[in-house]
């Protein structure tokens, strides 16, 4: 490990400035780039839009040595890398696509004792493997491992909506390099997670720093929307949709845009949906009716969702919606994402959270709809009980599955009472779900606090409907289009 460094740090202001191109650090940021460049360990969770990458990205410009970042979507990778490559940060990524000659050069220079990288960005299957463990300890032996940086942490976790086993082995970091500082970031993590996450990755609890922001998105306006069928569903979002163009067309604010050489229609935003096929379905139907919408799964070419990733990112013609699985978006740097539609029912209060936060990072007013039927919320039961079948377990780990598989049916039921809820803030039930008792006014930020009254007449009507049209399904009278579901 690195000697630590002296107070104060007065160039991160100027790199900060200077390099990544930002007039100040956002509360705590300083707090927590000082304490990681101090040689403390630190847990860091904040919202979507807090900036947390620059939490690690920055102390690897400032000092010495080699920050080793672990993230789990290759896409994240891919953006975080092309950005700082364009600030002229010396930035590398070691992962199933890297060619040979590339992986060959990267890692001779992560040996050659004065290496030029400052960070390498790994999934955590790399990090399991024996080849990449001895390149790390001739880093560590050379005084050259800086820190290690665990980007969304709560996959370290088996409490976590998104837990990943390979994230479990990183405790071989504390375990063969003590002395080498950990950072573990994340937005979504209750305090049980955050529990599992320090003892998994085996950091000392006396010496940690934990920074915890608070959950409150104020300028995000969460609005839920019950839904009988398809047909109507879509109706609503793109009549929806249309009538965000149509304000943003008026004259006063088409010739703002025309001189800020902007689309009236470039309106960027993403489309969740649970399945592939309804990924490619629905982007061709919004180009059918002149949305220039983009699939995006892990099924599809890499090109093709490299192209649209690029797109998307430049807010380029024909590339204003992504519709995604969940496989997209994590850690993407896009500022002016102005919705997030979730078209079905997520299967977990956290990757809710996760994904809604993806949009206003640039802290302007956006918008998180969530449609919601009775019918979704027991179809991403019967998906979350399918996932948890493909993991079978024996003897001593049984018993912890069993603790997981109810975790996970007590946040999808707490995101059903979140959908119908009809007699409070949906910000407040946000932050009562992550037990943050910081809880700036709403001001009229979502459905509850904007029209209660409102709210229960769609509640009432929509599932009303949604049972009406269920029966007429089960009498053979009516065909509502869900068998396009896997």
Known sequence: MLGKRKRPYSNIDFTLKRVFKKPCFRPLQR?????????????LQAATSFGKSLCYQLPAVVDLGITIVVSPLLALMNNQVASMRHSKIKVETVNSTTQRQDRERILADLQCGHPLTRLLYV????????????????????????????????????WGHDFRPSFQQLSFFKTEFPDVPIICLTA??????????IKTMA?????????????????????VRFKCDEDDHYSDFLSWLRNVHARRANSERASQLASQQQRTDNVSGIIYTLFRKDCESLAARLRSDGIGAKPYHAGLP?????????????????????????????????ENVRFVVHWQIPKSFEGFYQEAGRAGRDGKASVCILYYGREDRDRAATLMARDQARQPTKGDGRAAQQQQILHRAKSLQALVDYCEAT??????????????????????????????????????????????????????????GYDEYD
């Not at 707090?31 to 847990?43: H, N, S």
């Not at 769609?458 to 009278?477: D, H, I, N, P, V």
């Open 423 to 480: 007699n409070r803030c949906r910000h407040k039930i946000i932050a009562k779900y992550f037990a943050d008792d910081e809880v700036p006014p709403c001001d009229f930020a979502c459905d509850w606090c904007k029209d209660a009254e409102a709210l229960v007449r769609r509640k009432e009507k929509g599932l009303a409907s949604e049972e009406w049209c269920s029966t007429q399904r089960e009498m053979g009278r009516y065909d509502g």
């Open 123 to 158: 999934t955590p299957e790399y990090c399991a493997t024996d080849h990449f463990r001895k390149i790390l300890r001739i880093i560590h032996s050379q005084k050259e491992l800086a820190r290690i940086a665990v980007d969304e942490a709560h996959c370290v976790s088996e």
């Open 31 to 43: 707090e927590v780039i000082t304490a990681t460049l101090e040689g403390e360990d630190v847990f």
């Open 203 to 223: 950091l000392d609890p006396l010496k940690l720093r934990v920074f915890r922001m608070s959950t409150s998105r104020p300028n995000l306006h969460y609005e």
């Open 188 to 197: 979504t993590a209750t305090s049980r997670v955050r529990d599992d996450i």
């Open 302 to 334: 890499h090109t093709e969702r490299t192209d649209t990733l690029a797109g998307w990112v430049a807010n380029k013609e024909g590339y204003d919606v992504v519709v995604a699985t969940t496989a997209f978006g994590m850690g993407i740097d896009k």
